[in-house]
C-alpha cells in the first residue's frame, strides 16, 4: 500500500520526531587558501505530532463515523496507538512480501 519512505514519514508526523540542525562558520585561511571551520553548533528540534493529520487518518481508516472532535484526550491516544499498531503490521507484511518477492526471483535464475 505505502512504501517504507511514506510509512516512515507518516509515522513520524504521527508520533512526533526531533531532528537535529547543524550550523558551521567557515573562513578562508590566508595560507593555505581553503576554508576552515572555525565554529560549529549542532542544535536539536523537537517536532509535535500533527493532530489534523491524526484526525484525517482515524476519519479514513475508521469504518464508522465518528466525530473525533468530541474525542477525549485519552480517547485520542488510544486510537493513535491503535492506528500506529494498524501501520506495524502494514509494514511487517510488506516488508514480508517483498523478501518473498525477492527469494522468488532468486529461485527463478
Do not use: H, W
Given at each position: 500500500?505505502?512504501?517504507?519512505?511514506?510509512?516512515?514519514?507518516?509515522?513520524?508526523?504521527?508520533?512526533?520526531?526531533?531532528?537535529?540542525e547543524t550550523t558551521s562558520?567557515?573562513?578562508?585561511?590566508?595560507?593555505?587558501?581553503?576554508?576552515?571551520?572555525?565554529?560549529?553548533?549542532?542544535?536539536?528540534?523537537?517536532?509535535?505530532?500533527?493532530?489534523?493529520?491524526?484526525?484525517?487518518?482515524?476519519?479514513?481508516?475508521?469504518?464508522?463515523?465518528?466525530?473525533?472532535?468530541?474525542?477525549?484526550?485519552?480517547e485520542l491516544r488510544k486510537?493513535?496507538?491503535?492506528?500506529?499498531?494498524?501501520?506495524?503490521?502494514?509494514?511487517?507484511?510488506?516488508?514480508?512480501?517483498?523478501?518473498?518477492?525477492?527469494?522468488?526471483?532468486?529461485?527463478?535464475?
Amino acid at each position: 500500500m505505502f512504501d517504507e519512505e511514506t510509512l516512515s514519514a507518516l509515522k513520524r508526523c504521527l508520533t512526533g520526531s526531533i531532528c537535529k540542525e547543524t550550523t558551521s562558520e567557515y573562513v578562508l585561511n590566508e595560507e593555505t587558501k581553503k576554508m576552515v571551520m572555525v565554529k560549529q553548533k549542532v542544535s536539536e528540534k523537537t517536532i509535535p505530532p500533527n493532530p489534523d493529520l491524526m484526525k484525517l487518518i482515524f476519519q479514513k481508516l475508521n469504518d464508522e463515523q465518528t466525530d473525533y472532535n468530541s474525542l477525549s484526550d485519552e480517547e485520542l491516544r488510544k486510537e493513535k496507538l491503535r492506528l500506529l499498531r494498524e501501520l506495524k503490521v502494514m509494514e511487517e507484511n510488506e516488508i514480508k512480501e517483498k523478501k518473498n518477492d525477492s527469494g522468488k526471483s532468486k529461485n527463478a535464475r
